[in-house]
C-alpha cells in the first residue's frame, strides 16, 4: 500500500492485473474478438461478425420473439431431462448392484446408447403425434442412457469392504444402497448427470426442429429457410447459455450432494511461520 492506495501485482494502483483474470473470461474475450475480425474477412452471410450477431439477438428480445420461444423450450427440457434422470438413476443403480439385471438390460441400454438418437423421432411422432411427448421422447434417448451407464459403472465401483462392513452391523439391503453405496458413488453418478444434461439440450432442440416445430427449434428452421445466417447464430448463442446454465446448475446440485467428501490435497495458500535457525536439523544432524 502506498500512500494509502491498494497496488496491484503489476504495481499500477486501481487496476487489475491481466494474470489475475479468469482463464475462461480471457479465453471468451479472445474467441469474440477471432469472431469479429474472421466475420469482417470473410464478409459472408453465413458468417456475420459478432457484432451483426449480438444486434440481431437484441432484435429478437425486443420483439418478443425469443422469450415465449425459450420458456417452451425449457419446459421440454426440463420434462424430459427429469425423466431421463429418474431412469438413469433407477435403472443404474438396479444395473449395477445386481448381475441379473445388467445381463438382462445391458445389451440394450448399450445398444440403445451408440444408436443414432435421432433416428428414433419418426417413430415418436408416429406414436406420440407432433405435441410435447415427441419431444419429450426424443430428449430421454438422448440423454438417459448415458447416466444409467455412469451409474451402473458408479455402484460398481464402491468398495466392496463398505457393504460387508455395512453388513455384519445388521443393515438391510435398503440401508445399503441409501446410506453406503449412493452416498460413495455420488461423485461419479453427477458426472454421468452433466454429461446427460448436456445431451438433453441437443435432444431438445434436435425435437424442436424435426418433429414438432415450437420453441427455439422453430426459430432455428424459420432463420434458416430464410438463410438468415445473423438469425441462426444468434439463437445458438441462447442455445449455448441454456446448456451452460444448465450445466452450473448441477454443478451446484453436485457440489451440495458431495461436500462432505474430504478434500485430499489443497494449494499452498495458507501462511506458514518462519522457522528459527536454531531449530532446523538436517537428516544427519545430532538427536
Known amino acids: 500500500m502506498v500512500g494509502g492506495r491498494q497496488l496491484t501485482s503489476a504495481g499500477t494502483p486501481g487496476l487489475l492485473s491481466p494474470r489475475r483474470l479468469p482463464a475462461g473470461v480471457i479465453s471468451l474475450a479472445v474467441g469474440a474478438v477471432v469472431w469479429e475480425i474472421a466475420g469482417r474477412i470473410v464478409d459472408q452471410p453465413f458468417l456475420p461478425p459478432l457484432s451483426a450477431v449480438v444486434a440481431r439477438l437484441a432484435d429478437m428480445v425486443g420483439s418478443g420473439m425469443i422469450v415465449g420461444s425459450l420458456g417452451a423450450s425449457l419446459v421440454n427440457l426440463a420434462i424430459g431431462f427429469g425423466v431421463s434422470l429418474a431412469l438413469g438413476l433407477v435403472v443404474g443403480v438396479a444395473m449395477g448392484r445386481y448381475r441379473k439385471v445388467e445381463a438382462a438390460l445391458g445389451v440394450y441400454v448399450y445398444a440403445l446408447l451408440t444408436a443414432p438418437s435421432l433416428v428414433f423421432a419418426p417413430i415418436f411422432f408416429s406414436l406420440l403425434g407432433d405435441g410435447r411427448g415427441s419431444i419429450v421422447g426424443v430428449v430421454v434417448m438422448y440423454s438417459a442412457f ?59 432442440i434436435n425435437g424442436e426442429m424435426f418433429i414438432s416445430v415450437i420453441g427455439l427449434g422453430r426459430i432455428v428452421t424459420q432463420a434458416g429457410g430464410r438463410f438468415d445466417g445473423a438469425g441462426v447464430l444468434a439463437i445458438l448463442l441462447v442455445i449455448i447459455a441454456v446448456a451452460l446454465g444448465a450445466v452450473a446448475l448441477v454443478q451446484a446440485v453436485d457440489r451440495r450432494l458431495t461436500r462432505w467428501l474430504p478434500t485430499t490435497s489443497r494449494p499452498a495458500t495458507t501462511s506458514r511461520r518462519p522457522v528459527p535457525a536454531g531449530a532446523r536439523k538436517t537428516s544427519g544432524g545430532d538427536a
Open 146 to 204: 448415458i447416466m444409467i451407464i455412469n451409474t451402473a459403472s458408479a455402484i460398481q465401483t464402491v468398495p466392496g469392504h463398505l457393504v460387508e462392513m455395512a453388513r455384519s452391523y445388521g443393515a438391510s439391503e435398503r440401508q445399503v444402497l441409501l446410506q453406503i453405496m449412493l452416498p460413495a458413488a455420488a461423485p461419479l453418478i453427477m458426472a454421468g448427470v452433466r454429461l446427460g444434461v448436456g445431451r438433453a439440450v441437443v435432444g431438445m
